[in-house]
């Protein structure tokens, strides 16, 4: 279920009402198609949704997973888009159905940051998605009123449809790894993370649900495609996986008892219950009366004599290489790629659910609004109230924020007297004589270093008091203010990256930020949610620059822009659609800037012992030099690459350190084998980095030596204004506990909160692995002259001759 595509449709005019066929249950429990007569909840008054906002797996992904990882090429997407659309399918899914139904636009990927619009709702489903791991919405946000000609009306809300299809993937990962026995026992738990995941919604303001239940995944032709000579019983009638599509059955019964529940713990809301289920089984019990043919035959890919290629991909069948390609005619298949539905497969079953005669209750979803009770009014207009408090409350945040210098001017008084010095022993003479270069943007690589949003964006924000310095807020970095990337960007005159992964009020004029937390060099066999380590390795940051490239320069060629809204087409023109875009041409003359390695040593930390670490340190950095070599093949040309910092003088690393064995600790308190394998990477790094310059003849690259610059604040840290360098600004640390940055926690009894310190400014740990924004200043101040640098070059002369 995570076939990966990608790019932002062409939109088109709606399809017209939904037919009124409908399906019922037969004796013998086979659905059948009937038509029905009467208009199922005709009764009730038409509900105008300003937007849908949806939540699900590859069945309902318009664009995420291939937005955040490596997209897949043609034929996904050519029935319909002409191109690959994001979609696991040929063309449009159910939701965009839905959508045209109601008279909306296809939704935007929430994780898409090029070309997408939120004015009429977000997707935040995702390809392999399951429950246990519930995605986040943008309610915290989508009311900044700085920018709003694609964000939603914050009022709209509380009268947006929200729709929900997930849960496939949950019950494919317990066919993998769990009996039958236990999988059984873990639907409840999978059933009460959904109902958690609605109920959050609703404290936010949601008040419409549509909820669909999981289909027959043992009707899938990949779950049957490796069966040879099965016992008596285990297909059914259909040729279906009988004790998969069992489970589908059980976990929907106990979806849909949850979802009662929900409406009693919910008194304003309006949830329906839609049996997806039925639909789909009805169409593949009945292909041949609907138009299609054998529902287990596979359009995309090939699939014959025991070899199997799947769609879009190559493969070699007899000593032949061979395409994965389409069918003739998609249109009469059920099946597009032996996971996913066809577009008129797709199409069938909107028609089938759309109108109500399988939901519960019996309501068609677009008076799926009603819920009985002048209540419900009263807790709207409430929600308006308070959804307009909200967009003032921001309005003064952001009238109120400031640069902030004044509260550091102390430690710049330093840093001139500092620099002014430091200066006089770089080759002045020969910098000197190079002409500044006109860099229009950066693009930039790396982890939680030099993260502005991606982390936040993909997973859980990180809250206050983060950001506080400068922003005033929690804006996507790992400080209390600006990071050194962000000073970099000051210093060349730039705005601040926005994050690739970030798709609110993002601004790519002059480059972007493919950095996210947790990021290592190397693919690592963790997980965010265990050891904070991202799924975004460097490799597939590449991945989200060339799509990023290819997706913004064609946007930026285009001539005219086709947007669908209300079963209207309108066509924009003029400079305005390319305001948030960068300028193709500028892509060789722009900044690369690489920040990423620390976590991959941190993860060797935890899992290897020094010697299989130092053995694995030519691997991480030949990936960072292919990383390299791809993007100067996509026309980067100026490179500025940091090295690794002393990962051993981070105060979470010595916090709890007690009675060291000599020669644990260096005489500045920093974890010795720590700072010397990084010291071996940094090594080997440099290496490559000279070889790097004879194999790409026309880049400019430029190593730059960050360890020496930290090692020197930190070992010297009052001289330069500076407290105790293990100093944790932000956090709960010692005595054996730690409760990090901005959490909540019980110690002995007693709830603590780990907040700030009074003045951060003079602190260089902000919470005991990322570094202030003070120190962060004083370190760019340190590097950005060249005098760290390899050749000794500053940063504004950085670019290729």
Known sequence: MNVMNTSQPLLSSSIGR???RTICNCPSGRPAIREDAAEVGSTLPPCDYPAIYNFGDSNSDTGGISAAFVPIPAP????????????DSDGRLIIDFIAEHL?????????NSVGADFQHGANFATGGSTIRKPNETIFEYAK?????????????????LYTFDIGQNDLSVGFRKLSDVQLRAAIPDIVDQFAAAVQHLYQQGARTFWVHNTGPIGCLPVATL???????????????????????LEFNRQLKDRVVRLRAELPYAAVTYVDVHAAKYGLISSTSNQGFTDPLKICCGRHEDGFNVWCGTKGI??????????????????????????QAASQWIANHILNGSLSDPAVPIDQACNKAGRLRVVEEQRQTLLALSALQAAAILIDNATCAWGGISKVRAVLRRILVSFVLRVRSAEVMALPVCAIPAIYNFGDSNSDTGGISAAFYPAGEPYGETFFRRPAGRASDGRLIIDFIAERLGLPYLSAYLDSIHTNFTHGANFATGGSTIRRQNESWFLHNVSPFSLDIQVKHFDQFKARTTYFYNQSNFHTHKKKKLSVSKGPSDRSNLPVPEEFSKALYTLDIGQNDLAAGFRQMSNEQIAASILDIVNQLAAAVQQLYQKGARAFWIHNTGPIGCLPVGVVNVRDP?????????????QNELTIEFNKQLKDKVIQLRTELSQAALIYVDMYSAKYELISNAKNQGFEDPFKICCGHYGNGTRVGCGQRANINGTEVYAGSCEDPSTVISWDGVHYTEAANLWITNYVVNGSLSDPPIPISQACPR
């Open 18 to 20: 939904i037919s009124q």
């Open 76 to 87: 996904y997407g050519n029935n319909f888009f002409q191109k690959p659309a994001g979609r």
């Open 103 to 111: 008279g909306l636009p296809y939704l935007s990927a929430y994780l």
């Open 144 to 160: 900044n009123p700085a920018d709003k000609s694609k964000l939603p009306t914050p009022e709209d809300f509380s009268k947006a």
């Open 226 to 248: 490796y069966i040879r000579n099965p016992v008596p019983g285990f297909l059914d009638q259909h040729g279906c996986n009988r004790g998969q599509n069992d489970m589908a």
């Open 317 to 342: 069948v007899n000593g032949t290489e061979v395409f994965g390609a389409s069918c003739a005619d998609p249109s009469t298949y059920v099946s597009w790629d032996g996971v996913h539905y066809s």
């Open 661 to 673: 064995a000599p020669g644990y600790l260096d005489e500045h308190g920093c974890i010795k084998y």
